[in-house]
């Protein structure tokens, strides 16, 4: 988002002060490439990447017609408006705001111009995956692969050495693969030995917590009427290195339990799906599997999304991972990652989040178990406004496999204030303003929280299980994304035909509302040095799932208003007529009263029916023009009222002699 506001605002000035504009034939692209450190220097050239090398990158077109898009996502996720989640399937996102096949063809053209080869290419136009030399790339970027010294870490990277331009009839978004500067890292930790777990209420070993232990305590919390299992609901994970099975089934047969969701292993590139040690750890991947599986046990399946950066020497591939779950067949409405990294550019992979909202996909991203975020902290994606950044809590509960007891803040959870400096979204200004602590003007986080402190149950490695060792808001995001299922399946049962989308609006309507403390355990003592308090804080967010009632909360009811036409032309002393139809959401059956507004002096409106009974059906909005109303263009808004429910549409008057 700043860097296209940089974009247009270069441009301006280029053009008012009759400077001359970048022509096609060396289009500079729309998100920066140059690492910070080779930029200042912190980083000295040490070499050269050889010009045989072999390499593979990924091209990325931006959305076409962004403003429409901007204007759609308001809309969808506007409970007033007609269009309030009436989510984009892949093809018709595609056809509405992907990149046009002309320029994706022209994008292929100019790859297999340059000795590019195209190995993958993306049904959504977005990414074009090419394979080549360092020296055919450095010629069709024009840049030099350098290879630097790291400036705090005992290895070498290479990154290009200046922004790369391209010769091509568009603007390309951005480059993936450019450099091996930053390694990912999985946002869990193991325990210091010299610290002593506080586990004593979980079913597994040692009083370790299960994932089954985590949906008794958010979801079940000892009602037995909550028998929701994610039926008919899949799930995705974000991983940068594959996982082996095995550890999968040692956990289950362990703990006395059967899996019974269909895994998918899923590479988008040139990473192996299997993850065995001594080279590989698959710590991180099981992880998300068992606490995903075990808060949505019925789900009709899990993908796992996996691509290239968890190994050393490997470019970072969030390009290849994040469009996989955009354009995969069928989407998963409920996507986790439990990776952070540094992109040179944090607005990057905005193409992808974006389209993920549109499609009515939510993305749970972990917060980090460092603290506070700091300017020179390791915590992206958490901070992005597209996002739902999940924090930790230490978390009791009054039995074995039983019910929630009593929560604090983890003294180790991430969350602060955006140290990207993204601008505070619209759905959290109010939380912000009774936030002592919050941002203003920035983005704040976490959203959510749930236990992330050293008292789970890991099988990893291929090795003996573990108890109690490790911990980390890796545990707590994919237990979200599982409950998440569970109120997209809640959802569907009360008759909705989509999913809930992108949830962050929604959880901050219900944290500002008078049920906050019936749908979330508020967490007001412990947390990292920002603390804790009442309502929204900058250690758990809202903090956790309370039983059900956040499930019935966000799958709640409701109903969206629609004219037909939405323009109606009438003559001075004549009579026009549009169609206002209502549609229930989420097994709505309330009566609706209607009314309209805005209208100007000389014309008169009615509405039969002034009211729809259950929510569902038409009423005809009856506009008379006088004879001596005033020519012009008009606002008309028609709102319906439902007790506190609310939705409207407007209807544009055009007054003709």
């Not at 977005?126 to 030099?144: F, M, R, S, W, Y």
């Not at 309507?509 to 979330?520: A, N, Q, V």
Request: include cysteine.
């Amino acid at each position: 988002m700043i860097r296209r506001l940089n974009v247009f605002l270069l441009t301006i000035v280029a053009i008012v002060s009759g400077a001359t504009v970048v022509s096609q034939a060396q289009q500079s692209l729309l998100t920066s490439h140059v690492r910070e450190v080779v930029r200042n220097g912190q980083a000295p050239l040490v070499g050269h990447l050889p010009a045989t090398q072999s390499m593979r990158i990924v091209l990325v077109l931006p959305h076409q017609n962004q403003p429409a898009l901007d204007d759609f996502l308001k809309e969808v996720y506007d409970p007033s408006s007609p269009s309030f989640r009436k989510f984009l399937t892949v093809d018709e996102f595609a056809a509405r705001f992907a990149p046009s096949q002309e320029d994706y063809d022209s994008l292929i053209q100019f790859a297999k111009s340059n000795g590019l080869t195209v190995v993958k290419t993306s049904r959504n136009r977005t990414n074009l995956d090419v394979t080549g030399t360092v020296a055919d790339i450095e010629k069709a970027l024009h840049v030099t692969m350098g290879v630097y010294q790291h400036p705090t870490e005992a290895r070498t990277f290479f990154a290009p050495d200046r922004e790369p331009t391209t010769e091509t009839s568009m603007q390309l978004w951005a480059i993936g693969g450019l450099d091996t500067y930053s390694r990912p890292k999985p946002a869990f930790t193991k325990l210091q030995e010299s610290v002593k777990s506080n586990a004593t209420t979980g079913s597994g070993p040692s009083n370790s917590f299960l994932g089954s232990d985590m949906r008794a305590a958010y979801y079940v919390d000892g009602n037995s009427a909550a028998t929701l299992t994610g039926t008919g609901q899949s799930l995705g994970l974000f991983e940068f290195i594959g996982t082996d099975l095995t550890d999968l089934t040692t956990y289950y047969t362990n703990v006395h339990q059967t899996n019974s969701v269909p895994i998918t292993l899923q590479s988008v590139d040139t990473q192996k799906t299997l993850c065995k040690e001594p080279s590989c750890d698959d710590t991180e991947q099981t992880i998300d599997m068992t606490q995903a599986l075990g808060m949505a046990p019925g789900m009709s399946g899990l993908t796992m999304w996996i691509g290239t950066g968890g190994l050393s020497g490997q470019t970072l591939d969030d390009a290849g991972i994040l469009n996989g779950m955009a354009t995969a067949s069928p989407l998963n409405a409920q996507l986790s990652c439990s990776w952070q990294w540094t992109p040179p550019d944090p607005s990057t992979d905005d193409v992808y989040f974006e389209e993920f909202a549109a499609q009515g996909q939510n993305f749970f991203v972990a917060a980090g178990d460092s603290g506070v975020w700091t300017s020179s902290g390791f915590y992206w994606p958490a901070d992005s406004v597209y996002v739902t950044t999940v924090g930790g809590t230490d978390l009791d509960t009054s039995s074995a496999a039983g019910p929630w007891a009593s929560e604090t803040g983890w003294s180790d959870t991430g969350g602060g204030i955006s140290p990207d400096h993204f601008a505070i979204p619209s759905w959290q200004v109010d939380a912000a303003a009774t936030c002592s602590k919050c941002s203003k003007s920035y983005r704040n986080g976490p959203d959510v929280a749930a236990n992330a402190n050293f008292t789970f149950y890991v099988c990893a490695d291929q090795e003996a299980c573990s108890a109690n060792l490790y911990g980390g808001t890796s545990f707590a995001t994919p237990m979200w994304a599982g409950y998440l299922a569970l109120a997209n399946e809640q959802y569907l049962l009360n008759g909705a035909t989509t999913t809930l989308g992108f949830i962050n609006p929604a959880l901050y309507g219900i944290g500002g509302s008078s049920s906050y403390d019936t749908d979330f355990h508020d967490i007001t003592s412990g947390g990292n040095t920002d603390g804790t308090s009442v309502g929204y804080d900058l250690s758990t967010g809202w903090g956790s799932p309370k039983g059900d009632a956040l499930v019935i909360a966000l799958s709640k009811a409701s109903f969206v208003l629609e004219a037909d036409p939405k323009t109606v032309t009438v003559a001075q002393g004549a009579t026009g007529k549009s169609t206002i139809t209502s549609t229930p959401l989420g097994g709505f059956n309330s009566t609706v009263t209607l009314s309209a507004s805005g209208e100007p002096t000389g014309v008169t409106v009615s509405l039969s029916p002034s009211t729809i009974t259950g929510g569902s059906g038409n009423s005809t909005l009856e506009i008379k023009v006088s004879a001596t109303a005033v020519v012009g263009t008009y606002k008309i808004t028609v709102k319906g009222t439902a007790g506190a429910k609310t939705s409207k549409t407007v209807v544009t008057l055009k007054v003709k002699t």
